[in-house]
């Protein structure tokens, strides 16, 4: 766990290629090492490598299938890599195990993650809803703002429609 924290500190200060090194000797030893998977997958995803960072995410989701932060990390990248659709269904896959163990963490992010997606579909209404329930849930002001920015959105595609 030592090694992991350190890789995350490296991280953290922004000395990616050290934490990326050390992240690459922990998963040398543990593979399945989710949260080391996770930021490994953040580190290549913020260096804009979008397929290596969908691998680690993909084997993040394979190692801890029951867990919203792996499937919700897979959404966020799909989202990135501009494919909303598959991103939207490992967003509602995320979506729906929050009820499960310590998922429920996650909840802000996973909707927030549904909420870019629908938004970029301009699927605005359903976009707007899911940001709702999300903060009847859990109060989060990101969640919020950008609840109002697709309501604001909606507006302006329904005065495209007249």
Same mark, same amino acid.
């Given at each position: 766990?030592?090694?992991?924290?350190?890789?995350?500190?490296?991280?953290?200060?922004?000395?990616? /290629?050290?934490?990326?090194?050390?992240?690459?000797?922990?998963? @040398?030893?543990?593979? +399945?090492?989710?949260?080391?998977?996770?930021?490994?997958?953040?580190?290549?995803?913020?260096?804009?490598?979008?397929?290596?960072?969908?691998?680690?995410?993909?084997?993040?989701?394979?190692?801890?299938? +029951?867990?919203?932060?792996?499937?919700?990390?897979?959404?966020?990248?799909?989202?990135?890599?501009?494919?909303? @659709?598959?991103?939207?269904?490992?967003?509602?896959?995320?979506?729906?195990?929050?009820?499960?163990?310590?998922?429920?963490?996650? /909840?802000?992010?996973?909707?927030?993650?549904?909420?870019?997606?629908?938004?970029?579909?301009?699927?605005?209404?359903?976009?707007?809803?899911?940001?709702?329930?999300?903060? @009847?849930?859990?109060?989060?002001?990101?969640?919020?703002?950008?609840?109002?920015?697709?309501?604001?959105?909606? /507006?302006?595609?329904?005065?495209?429609?007249?």
């Amino acid at each position: 766990m030592v090694a992991f924290e350190d890789a995350r500190l490296l991280a953290a200060r922004g000395r990616s /290629a050290e934490a990326s090194q050390a992240l690459d000797r922990l998963l @040398e030893d543990e593979p +399945a090492h989710v949260p080391a998977l996770l930021l490994k997958a953040q580190l290549r995803l913020d260096a804009r490598e979008g397929q290596d960072a969908l691998s680690f995410y993909e084997r993040a989701r394979r190692a801890a299938p +029951a867990s919203a932060e792996t499937w919700n990390g897979l959404a966020r990248c799909l989202h990135a890599l501009g494919r909303d @659709e598959e991103a939207l269904d490992a967003g509602r896959q995320a979506l729906s195990l929050l009820g499960e163990g310590d998922n429920f963490r996650h /909840a802000a992010s996973v909707y927030l993650t549904l909420v870019w997606c629908l938004r970029e579909m301009r699927h605005y209404q359903e976009a707007l809803d899911l940001a709702s329930e999300g903060l @009847e849930r859990c109060p989060d002001a990101i969640l919020a703002q950008w609840a109002s920015l697709v309501e604001e959105e909606l /507006a302006e595609s329904q005065k495209e429609e007249c």
